[in-house]
């Protein structure tokens, strides 16, 4: 069946570094949403992704679509110990309507 | 207005037993989804349902089902219960469609002893 893979599934990063996490898919995404989870919480939306290419900011986090809408990106420039959590993308199947979860990267922020 | 609902927060049942879990979706939304959280799988999609009718479902035994109200209101009940069903269910409620923004309840923890 579809899936969406992310890697990598775990970073350890100092306070100030850059994090990035990847998203694929082995098929073509109609859109693809990103969430974010802290510890012992619910996973909260924080973009979505339309257009082949697409690149929006929030902030210090660049979120990218690839152009074949296969793959996608999150980008954290300076993390802070408030970035701590695991990341999800969720790519919107064009094929079958449903939405898949990548399996997550979790992001530990050392101060 | 209100976030998502989800109850009990927390249960801890036997094995075979069997188990309902509860949804309010935000007012308006009309889709709910459900997914099976844990530590080595993610978030594995369950079904979603819209308009009482249930729209998608993932790759999970028939022990799982689940049902919409009218109201949109959403239950799931999981059936002769096993240790591996351990894990946080999760709810998500969205306008129209598993396209739209999902909004995620707190989760119901199950633990299966």
């Known amino acids: 069946g579809q899936q969406v893979m992310q890697i990598p599934q775990y970073q350890h990063v100092q306070e100030g570094e850059d994090f990035t996490t990847y998203c694929n898919s082995s098929?073509?995404?109609?859109?693809i949403q990103w969430y974010k989870q802290r510890p012992g919480g619910h996973p909260v939306f924080l973009i979505q992704?339309?257009?082949?290419?697409e690149v929006k900011k929030q902030k210090r986090l660049t979120f990218q679509f690839g152009e074949a809408k296969k793959n996608s990106s999150l980008h954290i420039t300076a993390t802070q110990t408030t970035d701590v959590g695991t990341y999800f993308c969720?790519?919107?199947?064009?094929?079958?309507?449903?939405?898949?979860f990548g399996q997550g990267t979790t992001l530990q922020v050392k101060p | 207005k209100a976030g998502v609902t989800q109850t009990p927060r927390y249960l801890i049942k036997t094995r075979g037993q069997q188990v309902t879990l509860s949804c309010s979706p935000i007012?308006?939304?009309?889709?709910v989804s459900w997914y099976q959280q844990t530590p080595g799988q993610g978030l594995q999609f369950l079904f979603e349902y819209f308009s009482e009718t249930q729209r998608n479902k993932g790759n999970f035994p028939g022990r799982f089902s689940g049902r919409q109200f009218s109201n949109s209101r959403s239950e799931m009940n999981v059936s002769t219960l096993e240790l591996g069903d351990s894990a946080l269910y999760l709810c998500a409620s969205s306008l129209a469609h598993s396209k739209n923004i999902q909004y995620f309840g707190a989760g119901t923890r199950l633990s299966v002893l």
């Open positions: 007012s308006g939304h009309r889709s």
């Open positions: 992704l339309v257009k082949s290419g």
């Open positions: 098929t073509t995404l109609s859109n």
């Open positions: 969720a790519g919107l199947s064009g094929n079958t309507g449903k939405l898949i």
